[in-house]
């Protein structure tokens, strides 16, 4: 049963420190998506890879955020330094032609 | 950019109940996803139905893309439909989706 995995699941930092978050898409699929869901502003689209190349990430705070994907089995989104306001769950998902399929996403909470 | 709203906000169903969910957007779209977030937090794709009818089991999704509306039927409701379901739409290149706000579905046994 292919699925996207992402670690950790839950991350509990205090502001000002790095946080890495990593995706294993599912095999096979060539476009890889950040996206992080608050209450106030829903599910918003951060960053999108395909082949491995970055295709779009104006969704992102170029600031304090990068996404990268170092090989075809692992994309990374690192936040450094870490705001409260990061707090959010962050999803990765992975799509071959038309549908995305959404791994369990990592809680992050920056106190 | 494009607006996606979904209607109604909230429902609660009493179990074996039917439902309609509906979606509009606001220009022609190429691609259009139902997904349904359950209570754990999954987002499980259930629908990609940019025109046309579909069906799976007791879910069934009907798109008119002229109108710009969709609509998500649930039928013979059941607790584990509980969650909250959202439309989303591609805007420009592929892939780049646009999230509707979600209807928070409650099924009460």
């Known amino acids: 049963d292919a699925r996207v995995t992402q670690t950790p699941r839950h991350k509990v930092t205090e502001m000002g420190q790095e946080v890495t978050m990593r995706c294993q898409p599912i095999l096979g699929h060539n476009t890889v998506f950040w996206y992080r869901q608050t209450m106030m502003q829903g599910l918003e689209l951060l960053a999108y890879f395909r082949n491995r190349a970055p295709l779009d990430d104006s969704g992102m705070p170029k600031d304090r955020f990068s996404a990268e994907m170092p090989d075809a089995t692992l994309a990374t989104l690192k936040i450094q330094p870490s705001e409260p306001r990061d707090s959010a769950v962050y999803f990765c998902?992975?799509?071959?032609?038309?549908?995305?399929?959404f791994g369990p996403g990592t809680r992050l909470t920056v106190t | 950019g494009i607006q996606v709203e979904q209607s109604p906000p909230d429902l609660i169903l009493q179990e074996g109940a039917n439902s309609t969910l509906r979606c509009n957007f606001s220009?022609?779209?190429?691609?259009l996803q139902w997904f349904h977030q359950n209570p754990w937090g999954q987002l499980i794709n259930l629908f990609y139905i940019p025109s046309g009818t579909k069906q799976n089991g007791r879910l069934s999704a009907t798109t008119v893309a002229t109108e710009r509306y969709s609509l998500l039927y649930i039928s013979s409701s059941q607790t584990t439909d509980s969650g909250v379901y959202f439309c989303a739409v591609e805007v420009g290149s592929w892939g780049k989706l646009q999230f509707g706000a979600g209807t928070q579905v409650v099924v009460t046994p």
């Open positions: 220009d022609s779209v190429n691609n």
């Open positions: 998902a992975s799509g071959l032609v038309y549908e995305q399929y």
